[in-house]
């Protein structure tokens, strides 16, 4: 018998605001347990909550960029159950009345492309922490109060790769609209999985399992295959009753596990939170905010290569990522060449950060020096391999190129008459490796130019270096 996976996204994402949701309380990252809380994010009576205007805006900006439909009239539920890291017994979410319906995300896919439509976008604020330690469990209500948007997809995938690749668009949209950081290793986006498989042209669902807080890509991608097959294992051979519940994954099991039974919506006992009035979102907010909306990723790979005639796959690099995107615009405006631009951070920055093993979300650069580096390369000031040793210190640390290249004497030996004498002395001392290269041994001519480059400490051009080493060689055949 053949099956099928049906899968559904719930995709939490981190709204990029300086306070929380419903109160002044500063958002921010890898803060000191319950250093950012006050009595009305610790769930104390008494505290109305204030709605965070920018919250809404980014709200509606998601739903512009995912084409959704924006509500004109949004609202806020309560949302009941009980759980250590939520102090009030209710989360503050939209249900009745989402800020947005009905959009939808067309995802490139390895042989095709696919539309994956949304059922809304709400705004909710998110639960505390729990920190589990050898004797006891802590709570952290740093995150508690903080402004979330949940993206909910109607259940249009198949298979992983669909999942990844509309994360990844997600992702995009999200970071290049600046409605969020999206960092997965931060938290700042998560996903749940719901899942389900059934015979093959079926149209009932089978049994949905959910797979909570799933927070990197790897390991979503092992959970949709590890519970697919668990599925289609029970339906085959009646191993195991599946049942209909919200499930962890063990990453170093490489499993799922059993958490509790899955919820339906009546056991959360929605009821509208009469302490927040309805919002009213006029269009003229609506048109405001579309019109400043920044250029995206697919629309700037489009520009790139298009009119300013980069190639593709490079250019693919740069705009997979807002933060390269932000630091090639930057150093584009202060050096004027695209190319030498592309070039130097698809080349040469990616190679460090790989080298350091960081994100690419996690390099920052300042790109005045870092265009002061491409620029004195460009004007023969220093050679390209004294420019990649400025970009390296430069991104450990943030030395002033210009003054370092002064320094320690960096600048590019332009006196042809230095470089020649010491080429002479280099095949007159080696010459040995001369004889094996006039016998046809090509390979021991980048020997030559390595001992040449290292006499003259790195400085001179390779051109000139190559130039006259040729020259040489050629007049002693």
């Known amino acids: 018998m053949k099956y099928e996976v049906v899968i559904g996204l719930e995709v939490h994402i981190e709204l990029s605001t300086e306070s929380k949701l419903f ?10 347990p319950n250093e950012n809380i006050c009595p009305a994010c610790a769930g104390m009576p008494g505290i109305p909550p204030v709605l965070n205007k920018r919250a809404v805006e980014l709200g509606i900006i998601a739903g512009l960029v995912t084409n959704s439909k924006i509500s004109s009239v949004t609202a806020f539920d309560k949302k009941n159950y009980f759980y250590p890291d939520l102090p009030t017994g209710y989360q503050i979410t939209q249900f009745f ?10 995802i490139e896919l390895s042989d095709r492309t696919k539309r994956i439509t949304l059922k809304q976008i709400h705004i909710e604020e998110d639960a505390g922490k729990l920190v589990h330690t050898a004797t006891s469990t802590l709570v952290d209500l740093n995150r508690a109060g903080v402004p979330l948007i949940e993206v909910v997809s109607n259940p249009d995938f198949s298979n992983a790769e669909e999942v990844i690749a509309y994360l990844e668009k997600l992702r995009s949209l999200m970071t290049f609209a600046s409605v969020s950081d999206c960092k997965m290793q931060e938290g700042s986006m998560r996903c749940d999985v719901n899942l389900s498989v059934r015979e093959t042209g079926a149209i009932q669902l089978g049994t949905r399992t959910e797979i909570k807080n799933m927070s990197s890509f790897k390991s979503i991608t092992e959970a949709i295959e590890y519970e697919s097959n668990r599925h289609i294992e029970a339906l085959e051979t009646m191993s195991e009753v599946l049942v209909q519940e919200t499930r962890g994954w063990d990453d170093d099991a490489k499993e799922t596990y059993a958490m509790r039974e899955k919820e339906n919506f009546d056991d959360y006992r929605y009821f509208p939170n009469p302490e927040i009035m309805p919002v009213v979102i006029d269009s003229s907010v609506v048109d405001k905010l579309k019109r400043n909306l920044p250029e995206m990723a697919h629309e700037k790979l489009l520009r790139l290569t298009e009119q300013l005639k980069l190639p593709v796959i490079e250019t693919k690099q740069i705009t997979a990522s807002k933060t390269l995107s932000d630091i090639f615009d930057s150093t584009l405006a202060l050096t004027g060449n695209p190319k030498e631009v592309l070039n130097w951070i698809v080349v040469e920055l990616l190679s460090i950060q790989r080298g350091e093993n960081k994100s690419v979300d996690d390099i920052v650069i300042d790109t005045k020096k870092f265009a002061d580096i491409i620029k004195m390369v460009e004007q023969r000031t220093i050679n390209r391999n004294v420019g990649k040793k400025l970009l390296q210190l430069l991104v450990e640390q943030d030395i002033n190129p210009t003054n370092y290249v002064t320094e320690h004497n960096l ?67």
């Not at 109160?23 to 000191?32: E, L």
């Not at 009345?97 to 067309?106: E, H, R, T």
């Not at 080493?469 to 055949?477: G, P, T, V």
Request: negative net charge; hydrophobic residues 40%; glycine residues 8%.
């Open 411 to 477: 600048i590019i030996i332009s006196d042809n008459s230095s470089v020649e004498s010491v080429v002479d002395e280099i095949l007159n001392t080696h010459q040995g490796v001369v004889s094996e290269f006039l016998e046809g041994n090509q390979k021991v001519y980048g020997f030559l130019v390595g001992q040449t480059m290292k006499q003259l400490g790195g400085k001179a051009d390779p051109k000139v270096v190559n130039e006259l080493l040729r020259s040489k060689l050629a007049s002693m055949e």
């Open 97 to 106: 009345a989402p800020i947005c319906k009905d959009g939808y995300i067309d």
């Open 23 to 32: 109160c002044s309380c500063p958002v921010k990252f890898d803060a000191a």
